[in-house]
């Protein structure tokens, strides 16, 4: 990771809350021959529920009150008149065969199709996919960032809804130069609502190492 104006000494450190992303050695994943790994966490759980979304604009829309109620249940999605997911969770519930997603004019979209298309609304789109998938499937709850440069939310295993978020997660790709002063900026607003910032290091093989920010970076 190049960090632009970084001090040289670094403040970064490697976090133990989140731990690696990498996964192998670790026997609660296992591997498939299409995407190298298999999504858990939903598919353990009894209940059988299919959910049913469109795709309008950037977002994913859900009406079923019964399905819109499983989704808030296990912190997916931003509810209003109708329940919206972003496109990294809508490929994740895809992923994970939870979802159906259909386009306004009812064609049906893969989880290729949306990747692809996703991307092209914003090219960040597949590695905060990757970040939430990877997360997901420790058993956090993930919800979208809010303020600049923040990517998701995420609270500790089994504080869901009950406490507040406790992490403040930003994805970077390995290589990718990023602005000190934004880290800055971040670190700020994570100190100032008493998150732990964690800085998810995305590699060229796709694997995440994430790091904590755990002191001024001044």
Known sequence: MQILGSNPSGPAQQSTPLGSGRHRGE?????????????IGLEEERTEIQIEGVLRGNDVFVANPEQTKWLTERGFGVSDEQLRLSLPESL????????TLLSGKGITYTFENLARKANKLDRNSWYKYLVLRD??????????????GIDFNVYEKGEYPQEAPKFLVVGLCEGAPTPFEKLVEILKKAQSNRKTLILAVIDRRNEIVYYSISRSLA
């Open 135 to 148: 997360l997901r499937t420790r058993g956090y709850i993930t919800r979208e960032g809010y303020g600049i």
């Open 27 to 39: 026997p609660t994943v296992l591997y498939t021959k299409e995407l190298g790994y298999e999504v």
């Open 92 to 99: 994740f519930l895809i992923e994970a065969k939870r979802l």
